[in-house]
């Protein structure tokens, strides 16, 4: 529809339509549903809408009413872009509440959670103005040529402009042609999705018949004389009969032959060739086969969840590492898939999905399915498709696979419920999946939750305390296999000249020795990626900073540059120092690089492997670096926190933590909880199967509380040492925490906002605020950042009357002009 034909619409509109686009809009606007489109106009379809002068959006109808825009005049709906809907009604009361719940707005949780190639591209589309004539003999010779291609056209891309003119610089003809009046812009939206088609080799209806085929292949003379298209027509025939349908690279490949003998078959009309839509992700045949038998503890703790969820919506299972939690969510999995329930299992970090999307198809098939971001845009359009007709029955992923179009949910597993990836921290919606999934699944009729972790959130352990949740505890490890030996390496010790600059130290060295003579596998564990944390300048202390950042540079010696992990800006490597003119850099601390380089250098023999972001970038390295170290093929694997989270290796008899003084020192409230889950999760991976395992803890403090409770693996001690201190000082799971990070180029306008703030709140909750100070890294992308602190009651009045409050004072702080280009972003469960 042309633009003149949109503004003459005569339709009366009766129906309204509120629509969720992905923007950051603080209400969802309302168009007008134009008559000729009312049957089409469903709720969770995507519509065209029009936004300003000439943007179009594609966006998500979220009601039908009758009462108009009060203050303004709806403009109408554009297009329907969907012959039935893409999301369903408990997704969209799913984005309302992330909304809500953590202070953002529809539009950033739509963006979120529908694939790429759901959201339209705007695409500039010249269109040719039928007033303008036909005579173009004033032009010149370019703006010629496009008029008269317009002219017969009627709309021209702008890359089909630049063909025509054989130029990319194509803008001041484009100009001059609107000034003209020869053409205006509109932007048109574009579909980006593709199915993936692949051509099929099929038999001429002719030759489907036997007798035929068989004078064909017996009495055809033009055939007799070609012998290489003879023998490529019976490996068909073959392929056809053993494996059906074939793709016409399949039958090149299978049968050794060439394109021109194929095509000399088509051109005979014995074959043709047919284009047809297939899947980018090949799944399995579908099967059901969980032909295991439980152990005694596992059965016992099965039974015991079957009968919590008859009462209860959400149970956690406190399952010590290896104790077969996964078994038991397999026959709760199959239970559901037996009653034609859809499953979702949530896991943090994608490295673990290729390990347990293994496990899992031994028993379902083509069942189960993945999803996650590195997953090509194309690739995750077709698994949420199999989501919603309900062809997929499980999905094993991230958290962005709660927003999939689930219609039969029966349950959501949510393992290592503990981990902090579940967190979502850049860009809104800053959601936690777990808690996202408990309200999600409140959304289904009798849809369950069941969460996992051998050491548990406190905030979920302390809800099955007071019988929120239900609790099931599996307290030994499958097999009757006994937890690993803790052994603290105490690194005071070795305070001489003669171990200056040591990372691995003695007894770590010489346990590493003994596993490799025993032919087992070693796994160390450092928190720090790159080579060295930072380097100073031996002369006058001068340490490198990032120009963007206040934070010091990460030195990489792989690239051999200097590297800010906060903006990802890379400098070349420093050999003058700027303040005082030294050349003598001291490299101090040390990450997962600089430890792979000395394990090589201390087991030449040894073969060593990374995992950390910087090592596993591609879309399947992951899972090709996990299946070398269970393959045996890596004796040794040093990584960061990738190598903690529910791997099962099963050779692996040592596990190192380098350097435990940098977990337990970290500024945080939670310090002690992380750091236990830590390093109880990294030592889970020892002795797994073959004998007690051992783990080597370095650290300059043996007698750190949260050290002692790994060696015992007492998590309800640490949970119990742990509460009093939170209660006291305001702290979750006693109180909901909001925080509110100011952001500006100009430190003394972000310092003057933040204070402004906090001024603005002080009245009604100045015994709940902290703050507002500057973080420890305080500023980041050339951004000054300042935060306040708001660490309220469990009550969801006060909670909800704050977080108006909050929004409100934004919106009231941002109409000043001092504190206009203020960014705030709230941040609620922040840690």
Not at 762 to 768: A, C, E, G, T
Request: with cysteine; aromatic share 10%.
């Amino acid at each position: 529809m042309t633009e003149n034909e949109i503004a003459y619409t005569t339709d009366l509109i009766t129906d309204y339509a509120e629509v969720v686009i992905p923007l950051a809009l603080p209400l969802n606007y309302t168009w007008a549903i134009p008559e000729r489109l009312k049957e089409a106009a469903v709720v969770g379809c995507r519509v065209e809408v029009n936004l300003g002068k000439s943007k179009r959006y594609a966006g998500v109808i979220k009601r039908i009413h009758k009462k108009p825009p009060e203050f303004f005049e709806a403009k109408e709906i554009v297009n329907v872009l969907d012959a039935e809907p893409v999301v369903f009604d408990s997704q969209l009361q799913l984005w309302e509440w992330i909304a809500k719940y953590y202070m953002c707005t529809e539009g950033e949780v739509m963006a979120a959670a529908l694939p790429a190639h759901f959201k339209l591209s705007s695409e500039t589309i010249l269109v040719f103005n039928e007033e303008a004539g036909e005579d173009f003999t004033e032009l010149g010779n370019e703006a010629f040529l496009v008029a008269e291609a317009l002219l017969l056209r009627k709309e021209l891309k702008l890359t089909e402009v630049q063909q025509i003119l054989d130029s990319t610089h194509v803008y001041p003809v484009v100009n001059y042609l609107i000034q003209q009046k020869i053409c205006y812009v509109w932007e048109s939206l574009k579909e980006r999705y593709s199915p993936k088609k692949e051509t099929y080799v099929l038999l001429s209806p002719a030759y489907t018949d036997e007798v035929a085929l068989e004078q064909l292949l017996n009495t055809d003379k033009k055939l007799q004389r070609a012998e290489k298209q003879l023998e490529l027509l019976l490996a068909y025939l073959h392929f056809q009969k053993t494996e059906g349908a074939i793709t016409k690279s399949a039958l090149l490949k299978k049968a050794g032959a060439t394109e021109a003998q194929l095509k000399g078959l088509v051109d005979k009309g014995v074959l043709f060739l047919e284009k047809r839509a297939v899947d980018r992700i090949r799944f399995l045949p579908k099967e059901i086969n969980v032909n295991f038998e439980l152990s005694p503890a596992q059965a016992k703790a099965l039974d015991e969840i079957r009968g919590i969820l008859k009462e209860k919506d959400v149970c956690l299972l406190h399952g010590i590492t290896s104790s077969g939690k996964t078994e038991i969510y397999i026959h709760l999995i199959e239970e559901q898939l037996r009653m034609g329930k859809q499953v979702l299992y949530l896991l943090p970090e994608i490295a673990l999905t290729s390990q347990t999307i293994r496990r899992l198809q031994r028993h379902f098939g083509g069942h189960i399915g993945v999803y996650h971001s590195r997953f090509s845009q194309n690739e995750r359009v077709e698994v949420w498709n199999k989501v919603k007709d309900g062809s997929l029955k499980i999905v094993l992923g991230a958290r962005s696979s709660l927003f999939l179009p689930f219609q039969e949910l029966g349950m959501i597993v949510c393992d290592e419920e503990h981990d902090t990836s579940y967190k979502q921290m850049e860009p809104a919606p800053r959601y936690h999946a777990r808690d996202a999934a408990i309200y999600f699944a409140s959304l289904f009729e009798d849809c369950k939750v069941v969460l996992g972790s051998a050491t548990p959130s406190f905030e979920s352990f302390s809800n099955a305390m007071h019988q929120k949740y239900g609790l099931v505890s599996l307290a030994e490890r499958f097999g009757n296999l006994a937890l690993p030996e803790i052994a603290i390496a105490d690194t005071r010790r070795y305070r001489t000249k003669e171990f200056a600059g040591t990372i691995l130290y003695p007894p770590l060295v010489e346990s590493i020795h003994r596993a490799l003579e025993h032919k087992t596998q070693v796994i160390l564990f450092q928190n720090r990626r790159g080579y060295t944390p930072y380097q100073r300048c031996n002369t006058c202390g001068w340490v490198p900073q990032c120009k963007h950042c206040n934070v010091s540079l990460n030195y990489h010696k792989f690239y051999n540059k200097l590297v800010c992990h906060y903006c990802g800006t890379t400098y070349p490597p420093l050999v003058t120092c700027p303040s005082c003119g030294g050349h003598d850099f001291v490299q101090k601390q040390f990450g997962t690089e600089r430890i792979e380089e000395l394990l090589q250098e201390l087991f030449p023999a040894a073969k060593i492997g990374r995992m950390d972001i910087d090592a596993v970038r591609g879309k399947h390295a992951h899972d090709q670096l996990i299946q070398t170290f269970e393959q045996q093929k890596l004796d040794i694997l040093v990584g960061t926190q990738m190598v903690v989270k529910g791997l099962d290796f099963e050779y692996v008899s040592l596990v190192g933590i380098v350097d435990a003084d940098g977990i337990l020192s970290f500024p945080d409230f939670r310090v002690n909880e992380r750091s236990f889950q830590l390093m109880e999760q990294v030592s889970g991976r020892a002795g797994r199967k073959h004998g007690t395992g051992q783990v080597m803890i370095q650290t300059a403090q043996p007698t750190h509380p949260v050290l002692l409770e790994v060696q015992q693996h007492d998590y309800q001690k640490l949970f119990n040492d742990e509460m009093p201190k939170r209660q006291q000082f305001g702290y979750p799971p006693y109180t909901r925490l909001i925080r509110l990070t100011f952001k500006n180029k100009i430190r003394e306008v972000v310092q003057d906002a933040a204070a402004w703030f906090f001024n603005s709140l002080q009245n009604r909750y100045k015994d709940f605020i902290v703050g507002p100070s500057e973080p420890v890294i305080n500023r980041v992308r050339n951004q000054y950042l300042m935060e306040l602190l708001l660490k309220l009651p469990r009550s969801s009045k006060i909670i909800d009357s704050c977080k108006k409050e909050v929004l409100y004072n934004i919106a009231l702080m941002h109409q000043e002009k001092r504190y206009r280009s203020v960014v705030v972003i709230p941040d609620v469960d922040p840690y």
